[in-house]
């Protein structure tokens, strides 16, 4: 396969960066689009031009740390992480063009490296349960409705990737919270800071910087892992009642 | 010197209540005034912080990942085993710890392995108290399932993503911790070297991945959590950024490291497509309760199999060879990784692989669909299939998968006594950078084990006996030591800046890769290691002669880190080799072609290798020095490891 690349190249946080034009050959189908990126970056590095940053690392779909936004959607026109995303998706000739994720909260650190903390930083308000290591009941006695089990988990599996702040118009945050938020309160161990989470975490959220949701349902349709909007409405829900019997007045 | 494993004596159900009791303890109030510095932020990692935290430490943890949820514990997929004897199918600690210490090969050090299975039941308590989704009956009650190497029922899981959810729990505890402003965290940051002061561990020196600045932090301990050393293979199911240079770095200040030839190759991976591979992509062991092994009986239809000829469907059932069934009745699909990778080899070599390359195996599910409906698989391991199909292009609900084996997880590590202590006092090594609980082989849904079990609840009664003896007074931030390490960590990466070569550090490490595979991988023998040797030796000349690595350091420098930590893999190497060529005989997942039964089963020798061979770092391209730990086998017979 032949292909054009429309990279965007930015030195560091502070340059106003732009795109590159970089033609490729021999690339396969079997690739994967991060390894038709070394290919790129192979060829870069011996003709002695600095490669290409991306962020990347399990290569198997599931730290979350890849995040190009290629032809207009984040990881691709699969709804995959960029690493599971192959090069049998394109065609001989296809211009491809890659960018980094823009959200006013992942400010770009180089080329298509974006600086994800505010995710951290929103679980770091309350997407826990204050439990210590030791003193805990045993595991059997907590019993979880299957059903509800399978629902938290399938909240649960969030990688924390930013493709729904990508995808969002608004830059919101709403799939990634709520997902955190959800999952706790769908289970008996997070009841009793349930109100108090969802206060606490979408006060950071909106802290950081990101926009509010306004029902377009990209976050969705994008989300590698098929996280729900049902979690939005779930976390609206917590949120709200959380504001009528807050603590906080 | 003398290694002493510090296994305390007295009856093996004893030991660990007997050693916490004769541990000493900090008290409450002095424990803020003491630092720890936690190195990655994998399950042993963020369990640790987030544990010595909640003790009371000052605690600092660092990753190289942008994240700390993003180290590579997230990917294991399978379970975490521990002995809760839930289903009443005759499982207890004792059960466990055997399997453990059988499925080594028994070249492990008992009274790790009987810990290990002790603390267990706790892990999963702990995980359930933060909320970790795991599977459940219908009752509200965990459910479990099979593993290899085991014949009971004592994995917990979430579905295929057990690591993930796990990590995430130990993460979110993590994060409760830096909320508490108990933990300081560092991402995007990489340990260059460990400072020691007066033989201990005082400090370590890093590089902030995003600026390129080198600092160092002063602490009264270092624990380093830095996962394994896979990737010295090039292709590997580990993360891309997995590397072993924390532990290397120690290793050369005095860390002493432990069977480096101890490699676990999973049985289950999808093949190998090309040249252009960057990695391999692991499918649980748990696919192997429902699926089933095979191969073309012959060579001539597996030929035409790979010329497409003929589909997998069109052989007949009489003319499929079921291997593992065949030849271990009783365990059949569910040996031991090492067995079943081994397998895997030997019928390939035969001629038999049923992919274009010739290494691959079917691995098909046709049976248990047929038997449980295409729904209740998917519901088992559907996001496995999906990945498998996204992968390969195949959907394998309709055509079996291939696998074949690839390099996993490393058994060997950091040398570490029953405290999880290096050789340098103050150093600490936990999860897969130590060697210390598999022994020749890890079972499945052990290394999730292992990981929290060191975490949560080995180190932070261990870590309190040193920070007692050694005191509370601050350690010297300004002492000549740190400048030194600092100076060594910039002059070395200044040396790679300055190479300018015409050689990628990617062509060096899948030279390096290749040379591990061939003469270091499945099968090993003495021949093809000397040669190995060699031929490392002069690929690490070629690399400081011949490497190059663009840019500067002041900036993120994605070739400049890829290129400090082959150069660790590129020493770490020939040590492997050196081991597995000392190690004159088989176990586990080391196979010398010269030890096997008649049957071609590995064959130990426990009169001469039944020890932990330990090597000390003397001095730059220098053969580095043996230290053997003899292994005393108090309660287990040591027997020819059957799984007929």
Known sequence: MKLTLKIWRQKNASDKGGFVTYPIDGISADMSFLEMMDVLNEELAIKGQDPVHFDHDCREGICGMCSLYINGHPHGPKQTTTCQLHMRSFSDGDTITIEPWRAKAFPVVKDLVVDRGAFDRIIQAGGYVNVNTGGVPDANEIPIPKRVADEAFDSATCIGCGACVAACKNASAMLFTSAKISQLAMLPQGQVERMSRAENMVAQMDEEGFGACTNTGACEAECPKGISLTNIARMNREYFSASLKSENV | ?644
């Not at chain 2, 998968?401 to 090594?429: C, E, F, Q, R």
């Open chain 2, 1 to 644: 010197m003398i290694l002493d494993s510090k296994s305390p004596i007295g009856p093996l159900a004893e030991k660990w209540t007997k050693h916490k009791f004769n541990s000493k303890l900090v008290n409450p109030a002095n424990k803020r005034k003491y630092e720890v510095i936690v190195v990655g932020t994998g399950l042993a990692g963020a369990s640790a912080a987030a544990s010595l935290a909640e003790l009371g430490y000052k605690v600092k943890a660092f990753c190289f990942q942008d994240s700390p949820r993003r180290a590579h514990s997230i990917a294991a997929q399978g379970g975490i085993n521990a002995a809760k004897n839930y289903q009443n199918d005759g499982d207890s600690v004792y059960r466990l710890f055997y399997d453990t210490i059988k499925g080594g090969d028994y070249r492990s050090r008992e009274s790790n392995v009987y810990r290990l299975a002790e603390v267990s039941v706790n892990i999963i308590d702990q995980c359930v108290a933060q909320g970790v989704p795991f599977a459940r009956e219908y009752g509200g009650l965990l459910a479990n399932r099979s593993f290899g190497g085991a014949q009971v029922s004592r994995t917990f899981y979430a579905r295929g993503q057990t690591g993930q959810q796990l990590l995430l729990g130990a993460y979110s505890a993590l994060s409760r911790q830096v909320a508490n402003g108990k933990v300081k965290l560092y991402p995007r940051t990489e340990m260059m070297d460990v400072v020691t002061i007066d033989g201990h561990a005082r400090g370590i020196v890093t590089r902030n991945l995003i600026t390129g600045a080198i600092e160092t932090h002063a602490a009264h301990a270092v624990l380093l959590c830095t996962g394994g050393y896979g990737n010295v293979f090039f292709l590997s199911t580990n993360a891309m950024g997995s590397n072993v240079t924390a532990a290397w770095r120690a290793h050369k200040k005095g860390a002493y490291f432990a069977n480096p030839c101890y490699t676990q190759i999973h049985p289950t991976c999808i093949p190998v497509s090309g040249d252009h591979q960057s990695k391999l992509t692991l499918m649980s062991e748990s696919l192997r309760n429902d699926g089933r092994v095979w191969v073309p009986s012959t060579k001539e239809m597996a030929e035409k199999l790979r010329k497409g000829e003929i589909k997998p469907k069109d052989i007949k059932e009489e003319e499929r060879d079921y291997y593992l069934e065949r030849k271990y009745p009783s365990f059949g699909n569910l040996v031991p990784r090492d067995v079943a990778s081994r397998n895997a080899k030997d019928v390939c070599d035969e001629g038999k692989g049923v992919n274009e390359t010739g290494e691959a195996v079917f691995l098909d599910f046709r049976d248990a669909i047929n038997r449980d409906s295409e729904d209740a698989i998917r519901a088992r391991y559907g996001n496995l299939f999906d990945m498998y199909q996204q992968i390969t292009g195949e959907n394998p609900y309709q055509t079996p998968m291939k696998i074949y084996p690839a390099v996993h997880y490393t058994m060997g590590g950091l040398w570490v006594d029953y405290n999880l202590s290096t050789t340098v006092p103050g150093l600490y090594s936990l999860g897969e950078a130590n060697f210390s609980d598999h022994g020749a082989n890890r079972l499945g849904a052990s290394a999730l084990m292992q990981g929290l079990a060191d975490g949560y609840f080995v180190v932070p009664y261990t870590i309190g006996d040193y920070l007692a003896q050694i005191g509370p007074a601050p350690v010297d931030a300004n002492h000549p030591e740190f400048a030194k390490a600092e100076k060594g960590v910039k002059d070395a990466i200044q040396k790679l800046l300055s190479i300018n070569g015409t050689k990628t550090v990617d062509h060096f490490h899948k030279a390096l890769g290749h040379i591990m595979w061939n003469y270091c991988g499945m099968a090993r023998d003495a021949e093809g290691l000397t040669k190995a040797k060699g031929m490392i030796q002069e690929l690490r000349k070629e690399f400081w002669r011949d490497v190059k690595v663009l840019g500067a350091n002041e900036e993120l420098n994605q070739t400049l880190e890829k290129a400090s930590r082959v150069a660790d893999f590129l020493e770490l190497g020939e040590l492997m080799v050196d081991d597995a060529l000392n190690r004159n005989e088989s176990c586990g997942g080391h196979f010398r072609t010269e030890s096997q039964t008649p049957e071609g089963e590995a064959l130990r020798d426990d009169e001469n290798f039944a020890y932990v061979a330990a090597w000390k770092f003397m001095a730059e391209n220098s053969p580095e020095e043996l230290h053997k730990e003899p292994l005393v086998f108090e309660n287990v017979k040591l027997t020819q490891r059957s799984y007929k």
